[in-house]
């Protein structure tokens, strides 16, 4: 079992950054490939970044890559989503996401997620 915690949302202006923090409970932490995503109002769901076991791997979704940065540190049970060059269709609730195994998934294929923390972008 794991228990996700997100944390870093807030209001950005257009241009800013954010980071975005996931803490995991549990000793099986690192055994997990992680992932985040992103709901904006009256949208689906979206992968943004995801992360393997090992942090050697990651993936960006087109919208963001090359503003938005994933690691991880599995020593603090943590993971992180570095946010630069915001825009306002960053605007969304922010979810991370568990998966056993080496890899993520730039689908729904995850077993354990968090809450969620709002991100805000003004123009």
């Known amino acids: 079992q794991v228990q996700l915690a997100e944390s870093g949302g807030g209001l950005v202006q257009a241009g800013g950054s954010l980071r975005l923090s996931c803490t995991a409970s549990?000793?099986?932490?690192?055994?997990?490939?992680m992932g985040w995503f992103r709901q904006a109002p009256g949208k689906e769901r979206e992968f943004v970044a995801g992360i393997s076991r090992s942090g050697l791997r990651t993936n960006y979704a087109d919208s963001v890559k090359g503003r938005f940065s994933i690691s991880r540190d599995n020593a603090k049970n943590m993971v992180l989503l570095q946010m630069n060059s915001l825009k306002p269709e960053d605007t969304a609730v922010y979810y991370c996401a568990a998966r056993p195994g080496l890899y993520y998934s730039v689908y729904d294929e995850y077993d354990y997620w968090g809450q969620g923390t709002q991100v805000t972008v003004s123009s």
């Open positions: 549990g000793s099986t932490f690192s055994t997990h490939a």
